[in-house]
């Protein structure tokens, strides 16, 4: 497999399983038992308005949020979280700890604001995680990285700082950097919505040709062309909760919740 390759599709074999998901703040439940599966090589797409909990769900398989309850599976790492028990200043004990990191370790996480160290070059900030958090060899890293950016239309740029990049271009840079880490899974958090108009179409292309290649994705976001041609399954979250769930020409085309089709007519024709 190449430095830049995905793994094999294989719509037999899960990826990512989650089951019986649960996050509260304070009183506010923000997820409420959700379950679903993304197969190897499958592209999930998540839509729901804003505070639905779409963005909570994926720092959640990110390792960025804990949850209260449920079952997270990503590769062969696996932690019930309910099991989990911090002491009275909210942190875990060591071991729990790795077992919970170890789904992070499996995750390549593309931030809405790009996220990007801005006193490190775009090269530097391709390889700074493979080699500061996975202790791979800086040339190898370097070599990968330089791959990555040829794949995402930015060799030239490898050089640059981010403040000289456009918001597009670090989107990319985003998008390769985590793609460096080999994840099992790559997870979108609304990646275009922070970009102007003129740039959208060139993160969405990147994402359209991984999605191709066979990366295993989760994306939370408002392009509905994009899940329309993309994804494999729709995920319509509100309240918290999975309101409808298939493929895309049936939950974008002829939703049957009047949740989906509301979300859905306030997207599509805003006027």
């Known amino acids: 497999m190449s430095p830049t390759e995905a793994p094999s599709k294989d719509a037999a074999t899960p ?8 996050k509260a703040f304070g009183d506010k439940e923000v997820l409420r038992d959700i379950s679903f599966e993304v197969p190897q090589g499958g592209v999930t797409v998540v839509l729901g308005p804003s505070g639905s909990g779409k963005t909570t769900l994926l720092r959640a398989l990110g390792g960025l ?3 209260d309850a449920g079952v997270v599976t990503i590769g062969d790492a696996s932690v019930d979280f309910a099991e989990l028990t911090p002491n009275r200043h ?5 071991a729990q700890r790795e077992r919970a990191a170890a789904l992070a370790r499996h995750t390549g996480f593309v931030f809405q ?29 370097r070599e990968r990285a330089l791959a990555l950016l040829e794949q995402v239309g930015l060799s030239e740029h490898a050089d640059k700082y ?33 970009l102007d108009p003129e740039t959208v179409g060139e ?16 994306v939370v976001t408002h392009e509905i062309r994009f899940a329309r041609e993309v994804a494999d399954e729709v995920l319509f979250i509100d309240g918290g909760v ?17 949740r989906t089709q509301a979300f859905l007519k306030r997207i599509l024709d805003p006027l």
């Open 15 to 22: 990826v990512v399983t989650v089951r019986n998901l649960r």
């Open 65 to 67: 949020e804990r949850p």
């Open 90 to 94: 909210g942190r875990l004990p060591r």
């Open 113 to 141: 604001g790009h996220n990007l160290f801005a006193h490190k070059s775009t090269l530097d900030n391709i390889t700074e995680g493979p080699v500061v958090v996975q202790g791979e060899d800086p040339g190898a890293a």
């Open 162 to 194: 981010p403040f000289q990049l456009s918001g597009g271009q670090q989107q990319r840079v985003g998008i390769a950097r985590a793609l460096a880490l080999r994840p099992a899974v790559v997870l979108f958090d609304e990646p275009t919505s922070a």
């Open 203 to 218: 993160v969405l292309t990147v994402m359209r040709d991984l999605a191709q290649e066979g990366w295993t994705m989760v």
């Open 242 to 258: 999975v309101v409808e769930r298939g493929a895309p020409e049936q939950v974008i085309l002829e939703p049957r919740e009047a």
